[in-house]
């Protein structure tokens, strides 16, 4: 399939590229979609959370009262999670959240994000560009040329580069991102996928 390519005058070069069906034309698989965002946010969390449980609470080891006699329970410490003050029963501990995928379901998940969004026409193709400095204004005004100054757009690059990075930082609504760190989780979470000419041969060499 072939897209129109842009400049970021949002005007037509009256250029052409070809999308590969096999990354783009595929029949989404939902479930494949699931299981990579899900492992996305899975590995999002900390699992730093922890509770003092009664080996970790200050206090003594000498038993508050004797055992029988007192017309109440028996008890031993103060550390007790009965008294309060004591320690936490069953607390949460560090733990690692991650989940492991398949690479090659991790592969079709992405192929069948881009096809979803190749689909709903969210995907245009624009000619390679930097600026001479990075500035937030800049980017915005591209964003404006291209009708995506409301919008989430996410603008894919061959290779990393510092100014884009820096001018698209401060605003809200604006990624830039390596083609082959584009995530499942990144094409879905946004409205646009603007796809510079050079980042097509990464996301092939990426994803195919």
Same mark, same amino acid.
């Given at each position: 399939?072939?897209?129109?390519?842009?400049?970021?005058?949002?005007?037509?070069?009256?250029?052409?590229?070809?999308?590969?069906?096999? !990354? %783009? @034309?595929?029949? +989404?698989?939902?479930?494949? *979609?699931? &299981?990579?965002? =899900?492992?996305?946010?899975?590995?999002?969390?900390?699992?730093?959370?922890?509770?003092?449980?009664?080996?970790?609470?200050?206090?003594?080891?000498?038993?508050?009262?004797?055992?029988?006699?007192?017309?109440?329970?028996?008890?031993?410490?103060?550390?007790?999670?009965?008294?309060?003050?004591?320690?936490? !029963? %069953? @607390?949460?501990? +560090?733990?690692?959240?991650? *989940?492991? &995928?398949?690479? =090659?379901?991790?592969?079709?998940?992405?192929?069948?994000?881009?096809?979803?969004?190749?689909?709903?026409?969210?995907?245009?193709?624009?000619?390679?560009?930097?600026?001479?400095?990075?500035?937030?204004?800049?980017?915005?005004?591209?964003?404006?040329?291209?009708?995506?100054?409301?919008?989430?757009?996410?603008?894919?690059?061959?290779?990393?580069?510092?100014?884009?990075?820096?001018?698209?930082?401060?605003?809200?609504?604006?990624?830039?991102?390596?083609?082959?760190?584009?995530?499942?989780?990144?094409?879905?979470?946004?409205?646009?996928?603007?796809?510079?000419?050079?980042?097509?041969?990464?996301?092939?060499?990426?994803?195919?």
């Amino acid at each position: 399939m072939k897209l129109e390519v842009y400049n970021i005058d949002g005007q037509t070069t009256g250029k052409q590229v070809e999308l590969p069906d096999d !990354i %783009f @034309g595929i029949e +989404p698989n939902e479930h494949a *979609i699931y &299981l990579a965002v =899900k492992q996305y946010n899975a590995n999002q969390r900390q699992g730093t959370h922890a509770a003092k449980e009664r080996n970790a609470v200050a206090g003594s080891t000498r038993k508050i009262k004797r055992q029988k006699g007192t017309g109440t329970a028996r008890a031993g410490d103060i550390k007790s999670p009965l008294f309060r003050g004591g320690g936490r !029963i %069953f @607390g949460p501990r +560090p733990r690692n959240y991650g *989940i492991k &995928l398949n690479k =090659k379901v991790k592969r079709l998940a992405r192929k069948s994000a881009l096809s979803a969004k190749m689909k709903a026409g969210e995907i245009i193709v624009v000619e390679d560009f930097t600026f001479p400095a990075a500035k937030t204004k800049d980017f915005k005004v591209v964003l404006d040329k291209l009708q995506l100054a409301d919008k989430k757009a996410t603008l894919v690059t061959g290779d990393y580069d510092k100014v884009l990075h820096l001018s698209s930082r401060n605003l809200q609504k604006a990624t830039v991102t390596r083609a082959q760190d584009l995530s499942t989780y990144a094409v879905l979470n946004t409205n646009t996928l603007v796809l510079s000419e050079g980042s097509i041969d990464k996301i092939k060499e990426t994803f195919a």
